[in-house]
């Protein structure tokens, strides 16, 4: 019922609002910080890093071409949060660049659909989820382990991966999406000229 509560609110908190960049950019930004975080560990030394494979993934997620070794071949002052500040700093160049092809009223509306798309096909499968493991939790008792507490713990855990893949999703289509201004959309689309 809590999650129902907290999925509903933001659900008409998109209906209501027509700008939601604000929280499509805090979005893209844990976003990217999570993924730095999987190839350097926050606190880490610069030996641990995995800067190549987190060159090849960012663009493979994020359509986000950049020199991230070259930056600390030359920059030998640059460190880990160094390093986060420009990724983030790029992909919020690149996507402001979108916006200004296409306009930001139309990519606030872009923004609101692409949301509310993900967050209600999202939370049907989590519903589908917690009703399959509500068929199976009175398994747990077996385990000498309260099945309603089980299922209160599983049922938070669901939750959470679902916000998160809600936001990674979010991210992830709003940044590999490309986008085209109207004289580019009209030239591809207009009809060979009869001879």
Not at 98 to 115: L, Q
Request: aromatic share 6%; proline share 4%; charged share 30%.
């Amino acid at each position: 019922n809590d999650q129902r509560k907290v999925i509903y609110q933001q659900r008409s908190e998109l209906l209501e609002s027509s700008d939601i960049s604000e929280t499509i950019q805090a979005m893209r930004d844990s976003v990217l910080e999570d993924t730095i975080s999987q190839y350097i560990s926050p606190h880490s030394m610069e030996e641990q890093w995995d800067v190549h494979s987190l060159e090849k993934a960012l663009p493979a997620e994020f359509r986000l071409e950049l020199p991230l070794v070259r930056w600390l071949e030359e920059d030998k002052q640059l460190n880990e949060a160094g390093l986060r500040v420009r990724v983030i700093e790029h992909a919020q160049q690149q996507y402001h660049a979108k916006v200004d092809v296409v306009g930001a009223e139309v990519m606030h509306h872009y923004e609101r659909a692409i949301m509310l798309q993900s967050l209600d096909t999202h939370w049907r499968e989590h519903l589908a989820a917690l009703d399959h493991l509500r068929q199976g939790i009175h398994l747990r008792g077996y385990a000498q382990k309260n099945p309603k507490q089980e299922y209160k713990r599983e049922a938070f855990e669901l939750f959470s991966t679902m916000l998160d893949a809600i936001k990674r999703e979010v991210t992830q289509v709003l940044m590999t999406e490309q986008v085209r201004s109207e004289a580019e959309v009209e030239a591809v689309e207009a009809p060979p000229a009869p001879e």
